[in-house]
């Protein structure tokens, strides 16, 4: 079964949709505007709205100059890392919502129960389907000239050619796979039903499934550096870390009401709680947490580069937010 704290991420699969009450913690922001002001010792700082008016936004990605995100009225657009006019990329999208950029191009999942996974270029054209018939697609990823994807409903978790071609199944019976990423050549994805974290060597041919961390509660934010993993639990409400080379899952954030979405750099780990509304952050080697924005309407998805935090606010009137670091 899976838990209602996933009701930012599937907001229109019938999981407490657009809720965003002051009850939640969501406050008077609940409309989506990301202007609350963040307190740093004596200096205020607001998030800047970089898109408003967002319909549930559900995916987001980031590259060296623009932010990309999914829409639940079946857009994928993006805008400048500085801010802008949004372009549309894609519309008449079902459901999208897991999105990913390489090479030029933009791919994204549409998650219904015969899903696609598509792609279209970064400066905007056609979409094109690179696989059809997936069930449930929610997460993508891309590496190596290669995008993986989680089918939320099918339980598998498969990959093709960017390029195109005949999808393979990587992994099934995988209990409600949902959040996927691909690092140090290899690649780790959550189950939601196994409580884990698992991951497939990309390098070694025949390499087994390998159960990473075990008893993990709904993991739908991961993210793997060059040595740790981290990802959300539901079970402390917090982010749990883990050394790649070996050694036991370790609390790295304090538990919090409801974290949903996680990345990291070189010296912090950022999280959001989508029923609190805030945006955290806390180093990684350890240390009290900061919270750098309240009042947020159901942060999500979280993306991190060297100046600065975005993340989705994934309420039905939702938005995407910067924050300088």
Not at 160 to 172: D, K, R
Not at 312 to 325: D, E, P, T
Request: aromatic share 6%.
């Amino acid at each position: 079964m899976i838990s209602t704290r996933l009701f930012a991420q599937f907001p229109r699969l019938g999981l407490v949709a657009g809720v965003c009450t002051a009850a939640l913690g969501c406050g008077a922001e609940s409309r989506g505007d990301a202007d609350t002001s963040e307190q740093v010792g004596a200096v205020a700082r607001r998030p800047t709205v970089l898109a408003s008016g967002q319909v549930s936004p559900c995916g987001l990605a980031i590259d060296g100059s623009n932010v990309y995100w999914t829409t639940a009225d079946g857009k994928v657009s993006k805008v400048s890392l500085n801010g802008g006019t949004r372009a549309t990329l894609a519309s008449g999208q079902s459901n999208p919502c897991g999105i990913a950029v390489d090479s030029g191009r933009v791919f994204w999942a549409n998650s219904v129960a015969s899903g696609q996974v598509m792609t279209v270029l970064q400066t905007g054209g056609s979409p094109t389907p690179l696989a059809t018939q997936q069930g449930q697609p929610i997460k993508v990823a891309v590496s190596g000239g290669k995008v993986y994807w989680t089918n939320l409903s099918g339980n598998t978790v498969v990959s093709m050619p960017v390029t195109g071609g005949t999808p393979t199944t990587l992994a099934a019976q995988q209990g409600t796979p949902d959040a996927i990423t691909v690092a140090n050549g290899t690649l780790y994805w959550s189950s939601i039903g196994g409580h884990a974290i698992r991951s497939l060597s990309l390098t070694t041919p025949g390499a087994p499934i390998t159960t990473f961390a075990e008893d993990q509660d709904d993991a739908v934010g991961l993210r793997v550096t060059a040595d740790l993993a981290f990802w959300t639990n539901d079970e402390i409400g917090g982010v749990v870390a883990k050394p790649l080379n070996g050694g036991s899952a370790y609390v790295v954030a304090p538990p919090s009401v409801n974290s949903t979405g996680v990345t990291s750099d070189a010296q912090n780990v950022y999280w959001t709680d989508t029923v609190s509304g805030t945006v955290m952050s806390a180093p990684l080697a350890g240390g009290d947490p900061t919270v750098l924005a309240t009042g947020q309407a159901q942060p999500a998805e979280i993306a991190v580069d060297s100046t600065s935090i975005y993340w989705i606010n994934a309420a039905a009137n939702g938005s995407v937010a910067k924050l300088a670091k």
